[in-house]
């Protein structure tokens, strides 16, 4: 007779027996069927894509641009940026808050999304816009002379769009890091162009440089709109021919003076 009568081990051992199973078998006894029923991969594949493309929407259009360096290269001359203009250089260059989709978006009516108004609180948070297709007169800089109506292309300018919201087709960014940009302002009902305005009200020329000249597809309605002011005689056509001088043609010549200085001993 066996003794003692009852199993040498344990009962616990008995289950550590029974718990030894091979992790392969544990694989192969999974339901995967769970994990392929519509009712799952469904919504699964609708939350995913879902998020995917909030992502995309918030990247390319409700993600506020602080700096013209933060754009993008991907977005020159495929999209445009909304904002709000809070200073004028001169008369062809401001500096621009972007607000992305607008009052939409909650600007200028949601907290925390407002335009500041101190120009401390706006340092390294706006872009500089330069005007494409367009020159003004240049304003006196740098110990340089301003030009005849450079005053008043500035004055009209700052009226224009100052405070205002704006609509900034890009381009490209410029050696001073600023954005070539079409601009349009709303005015009343209607949407202007605001290199356009100068142009017809002679408050600036076609940009005329050698290269990198930046249009859009305006050339020729600029240029038309230019013969119509000379023809008119509107703002700096006004004045005697022989004492006409570019905007180009100034620069070109200050800079001539200034090379000049620098090469006197």
Do not use: C
Not at 26 to 48: E, F, S
Not at 65 to 74: K, L, V
Not at 144 to 173: C, D, M, T
């Amino acid at each position: 007779m066996r003794w003692p009568p009852w199993p040498w081990y344990s009962s616990s051992d008995k289950d550590d027996k029974k718990a030894q199973v091979a992790w392969t078998d544990t694989l192969n006894a999974t339901d995967w069927k769970h994990y392929t029923d519509p009712r799952t991969v469904g919504p699964t594949i609708l939350l995913t894509s879902t998020t995917l493309l909030l992502i995309h929407l918030y990247r390319s259009y409700l993600r506020r641009i602080p700096e013209a360096a933060s754009i993008s290269p991907g977005f020159f001359r495929r999209r445009s940026l909304f904002g709000r203009v809070t200073s004028v250089g001169d008369g062809d260059n401001f500096r621009m808050f972007h607000t992305p989709g607008g009052r939409l978006a909650g600007w200028g009516w949601m907290p925390g999304r407002r335009v500041p108004e101190k120009r401390e609180d706006l340092k390294d948070r706006t872009i500089h816009v330069r005007l494409a297709g367009v020159d003004a007169p240049e304003m006196a800089h740098f110990g340089r002379p301003s030009q005849p109506y450079s005053a008043e292309a500035f004055n009209w300018l700052r009226e224009y769009v100052l405070h205002r919201r704006v609509r900034a087709y890009i381009y490209k960014r410029d050696q001073y890091d600023r954005v070539v940009s079409t601009i349009y302002v709303r005015r009343g009902l209607l949407r202007r162009d605001v290199g356009l305005e100068m142009l017809k009200r002679g408050l600036a020329t076609v940009y005329e440089a050698k290269s990198g000249a930046e249009f859009g597809k305006l050339e020729d309605r600029y240029r038309r709109a230019e013969w119509w002011a000379k023809k008119r005689r509107k703002g700096m056509w006004a004045g005697n021919k022989a004492d006409y001088e570019s905007p180009r043609d100034y620069k070109t010549r200050m800079g001539a003076v200034d090379e000049g200085k620098a090469k006197k001993p």
